[in-house]
């Protein structure tokens, strides 16, 4: 099954599976024993024929018979063996046994095997960048292939498992496109091509989720004719790709990229050996490992793009531990200037330095992660005086990025540097910048360019931490206070640069045990604070929330404090007071006085939470949720009044009449862009009067904050169905209705709003979703469904979406609701589809054809589809098929439909009827109707049609007689 040389120790993992292999070989061969195996047996089995099915190719089909007919786990345990011969053998392996391994992955797609994502991304993982061998062509077409085959699938089962593919070819088709072309590898490259626009073009709002990488790689396509296409359309006409939310390329850009895209450009293999060199290998002794790390890996032809990947894992993907960056192993910065020195082409260089720097580029301190900006800054600093060419070329490379990176949205790129210099030198990495702007060895000129930089910026101590860019939309005479500098880290270990290695520099920051019993001090001193003063009560959550965002997630063993902890203790201290947190809004007096969206404990928290999307309020959130708070509906809530009020708030500037005493019924907007600025100051508030009520704040500037309030209450339940529902089937969707129904009891706020603004925000968790539909219809009275139906006529959002198949589905659901429920439904779809672009025709033939239908069950939808076929056009298309209807107990339904056109729309109802009599005798084209075809016309349609030429005193000769077969069936039927 392997190669493997006389000198070397038998490898564990496969002798595991050929001893097992070798004691049943005789169980292997039909017929095969009926006994169950136990838990041992059955792990040997598998191992069995895993080992059976790479060395066995004849055999193969045979064993997986056999495993087919003893799996009763899902295949789990099959998979995770396969997972380990892809991490641990395949480099080993022979051609034979990886043509095998390859075959049994799709078999374990095609059963839909548990955990199959998994192993396809561990295949993944073996495609070696820069390396245009024969073997690794071949594994990255199979796999290509593969995703292609099976994307439709994919897309159903496992639809994150796509965004990873899409990354490695996107990664992978950069260098093939660069490389001399041959047979193999132009057929690759088409494959490739093929996969990622489909993905790019069908499939973004999945694409969007790799984030602002996803920039970086597309821009070194852009020599693509395909993707200059698709760069074009994200940068200048975005509304191309049909995804919600999505309106500018700035969105990326503030989104990171998470940490496990990283690892797939770099093999398991790589992988450990740089992290062993990260852990364990001091400063001073690291050349020999380097040595041996780049003839490996990096010098071989092309291989050198490697470089790119490595150091974006660098910087991403290898954290290390406080322990590490205090110790004198060699830090990351060393070995991504040492991998500079490796680049031999400019273009490469280059690229290893947008690698470097780019999340400056965008850096938000509440977004980012601090560690993925220090090695650029600690090489930058520690180049000097020795090394200051690598200064020179890496400070002299980042502002080139920010004159040159994006003009049209310059404004974020130097925000996001200004962030990343002020960020830096606030957690300690740098004691200051002055390292840089009074080092004498740069040169004047980019000594110059560097100090007008900084201090147009103010940096030094950074502005403002924004969670996302908003600066672009606010008006200037909204004037943000510098915020109070927060406790400053002492330093733990001082380099020769005055350069700080700080536990502030680590990714995963722990609490101090001082910090920590601040924040028990604050807790503990909670109840009493409350008992005396309400206000000053919140004024401690606050606080107490704040340091939670503030600082990091891990806490020091001797710590008693967790975030389950400190969230019970909030709540308990406060319903002790009196006072519930996330109590159902029905509970709550219905009186301006009692408004627990604004100004509440509740209130507090959601706000922070939105503001910050921290993953210690999350898990805050989460354990209120399990202890039966109703967090969820509250947060739907929030988000939903909040952008009714946005949408009031616009209403009003229509209108020309918006001044600060038209803020009385935008209360909650009001408290929220407050709340919004008082968080970027650090909560230190400077004025008593509403910034809103002093402000012209546009509503660009509302939109945002509205989307990010939905992106949160997305994000938690995203990771209420990861924590909470992991092991049971329930689908975001499911979660989003059940806080939905919650939300619709509550009697405080008019529910077509709530409605509203899910299908806007929400619309791919909430489009055609049968619970969601009939929620709608049932609680919803016929002034708001009007209401409804006239933003649906004017496309501000969609119930039912674009996809036929699906809607027809619902159509067949709505047949088991009671008839009122019916009649708003049809009331609803009657409107949507007259605008929308789904094939009204494929609905009402799959209607009339798919099954028998029933007088009494389904005359409500009848009527319902008669109804929209006499709001739509008699399209050609629409009217075939109505003359093609079956005749069934509503054998009326055809003629009345033609009636109602001949009184509308009479040429278009003609034309169309000739056009169709015309394709229904071209006996000569097989691809249209023909009566040899066995196919009758309705007779309903028929008799309309002979009735109507009657009293009109013509006789449509062209059109009756094309349809002559059908009118010689009419008069036998009405001679007998």
């Known amino acids: 099954m392997i190669r493997q040389a006389s000198h070397e120790a038998k490898n564990q993992y496969e002798l595991s599976l050929r001893q097992a292999f070798e004691a049943l070989e005789p169980q292997l061969r039909p017929p095969f024993p009926l006994t169950i195996p136990n838990q041992q047996e059955y792990l040997q089995l598998n191992r069995a024929i895993l080992y059976g099915i790479l060395c066995e190719p004849h055999f193969a089909k045979i064993h997986i018979k056999h495993l087919h007919a003893k799996v009763t786990d899902g295949y789990g345990l099959f998979v995770s063996l396969l997972v380990g011969i892809v991490n641990e053998l395949y480099v080993k392996l022979v051609d034979s046994a990886k043509n095998q391994l390859i075959w049994v992955t799709k078999e374990m797609v095609d059963v839909l095997a548990v955990g199959f994502d998994g192993l396809l ?92 990488d996803l920039v970086r790689l597309l821009q070194d396509l852009i020599d693509v004719p395909e993707f200059r296409a698709i760069w074009k359309d994200i940068v200048l006409n975005p509304k191309v790709f049909k995804t919600p939310g999505f309106s500018d390329i700035s969105q990326l850009y503030h989104s990171r990229t998470s940490s496990r895209y990283f690892l797939l450009r770099i093999t398991p293999e790589m992988e450990s050996q740089l992290r062993f060199l990260l852990t364990h290998v001091k400063l001073g002794s690291q050349m020999r490992y380097q040595v041996w790390f780049a003839k490996k890996f990096v010098l071989g032809p092309e291989r050198e793009t490697l470089i790119v990947d490595i150091v974006r894992f660098i910087c991403c993907g290898h954290h290390p531990s406080n322990e590490i960056i205090q110790s004198d192993v060699i830090p990351r910065w060393a070995v991504i200037g040492w991998l500079l020195t490796c680049c031999r082409k400019n273009y490469v260089e280059a690229s290893v330095k947008l690698a470097l720097f780019y999340d400056w580029l965008f850096f938000e301190e509440t977004v980012d992660n601090i560690m993925n900006i220090e090695p650029a800054m600690l090489l930058m600093v520690c180049s000097i005086p020795k090394y200051i060419v690598m200064t020179h070329t890496l400070l002299d490379f980042l502002l080139l990025l920010v004159e040159n990176y994006d003009l049209d949205r310059s404004d974020i790129i130097v925000k996001g540097v200004a962030s990343a210099f002020g960020a830096l030198v606030q957690k300690g990495v740098v004691h200051s910048l002055e390292v840089l702007t009074s080092c004498k060895e740069l040169y004047p000129s980019l000594n110059e360019k560097l100090g007008r ?177 109703p967090v969820g509906a509250r947060l739907l809530s929030y988000a939903s009044r909040l952008g009714q009020e946005a949408d009031m708030m616009k209403t009003a500037m229509v209108d020309n009449n918006f001044g600060e005493n038209n803020y009385s019924g935008m209360t909650l907007l009001t408290f929220h862009v407050d709340g919004y600025f008082s968080f970027l100051n650090g909560r230190k508030s400077d004025s008593s009067k509403s910034i809103l009520c ?128 019916q009649h708003k439904f049809w009331g609803l779809i009657r409107t949507e589809l007259t605008v929308s672009k789904v094939q009204v025709e494929k609905i009402i033939l799959e209607f009339f054809c798919s099954r028998e239908l029933d007088a009494n069950t389904d005359a409500i939808a009848v009527g319902g589809l008669l109804a929209l076929c006499s709001s739509c056009a008699p399209t050609p298309e629409l009217v075939g098929t109505i003359m093609l209807l079956p005749n069934n107990v509503f054998q009326d339904f055809a003629a009345a439909a033609l009636a109602t056109w001949v009184v509308s729309n009479p040429s278009m109802l003609f034309d169309s009827l000739s056009k169709f009599s015309e394709k229904f005798d071209n006996k000569n084209d097989p691809s249209t109707l023909s009566n040899a075809d066995g196919i009758t016309i309705n007779r309903s349609a028929i008799l309309w049609l002979l009735d109507h030429f009657k009293a009109q005193g013509t006789t449509g000769f062209n059109i009756l007689t094309n349809l002559s077969a059908s009118i010689q069936g009419k008069k036998a039927v009405e001679q007998s």
């Open 694 to 821: 002093t402000s012209k704040i546009d509503k660009e500037f509302v939109a945002k904050l509205v989307d990010r309030a939905f992106t949160a209450y997305r994000c938690f339940l995203s990771y209420k169905r990861t924590n909470i529902h992991k092991e049971a089937d329930t689908s975001m969707s499911k979660l989003l209705f059940s806080d939905l129904r919650l939300c619709s009891q509550w009697e405080k706020k008019r529910q077509k709003f709530l409605f509203g603004t899910i299908f806007r925000h929400l619309a791919d968790l909430s489009i055609s979703e049968e619970d969601i539909m009939k929620l709608i219809v049932s609680r919803l009275d016929h002034v708001d469904l009007i209401d409804i139906q006239l933003e649906i006529g004017l496309k501000k959002y969609s119930l039912f979406g674009e996809n036929t198949e699906i809607v027809s589905h619902l159509i067949k659901k709505s047949l088991h609701w009671n008839c009122l429920e």
């Open 453 to 629: 930089f900084l201090s147009g910026m103010k940096v030094g101590f950074p502005k403002e931490s924004q969670p996302f860019d908003l600066s672009r939309h606010s008006s200037p005479t909204v004037s943000l206070p510098t915020p109070t500098s927060s406790p400053r880290r002492q330093p733990t270990n001082i380099g020769e640069h005055g350069l700080t290695k700080s536990a502030d520099a680590c990714s995963s920051l722990i609490f101090r045990e001082s910090h920590m019993d601040s924040i028990e001090s604050l807790i503990q001193n909670l109840g009493e604070t409350i008992r005396n003063s309400s206000t000053m009560g919140l004024k401690i959550l606050e606080e107490v929330l704040f340091s939670l965002v503030r600082h990091g997630s891990q806490q020091p063993v001797k710590s008693p404090i967790c975030i389950e902890v400190v969230s019970s203790k909030i709540a308990k201290e406060f319903e002790l007071n009196g006072y519930k947190l996330f109590p159902p809004l029905e509970h709550i007096p219905d009186s301006p006085q009692c408004d627990d969206e604004i100004g509440s404990a509740t209130a507090l928290i959601i706000c922070t939470f939105i503001f910050s999307q921290d993953e210690r309020m999350q898990k805050m959130l989460l354990s209120w949720s399990k202890n039966g708070f």
């Open 121 to 212: 991304l561990c295949l993944l993982r073996q495609i070696v960048g820069g390396d245009f061998s024969d073997e690794n062509i071949w594994l990255c077409s199979e796999l290509v292939s593969l995703f292609l085959r099976k994307l439709g699938c994919l897309l159903e089962e496992e639809p994150f498992v796509l965004n990873g593919a899409l990354y490695t070819f996107l990664r992978l088709l950069a260098n093939h496109y660069r490389f001399s072309s041959n047979a193999k590898l132009d057929a690759l490259k088409r494959l490739e091509i093929d996969f990622c626009v489909k993905m790019l073009r069908e499939q973004f709002h999945l694409c969007l989720k790799i984030g602002r």
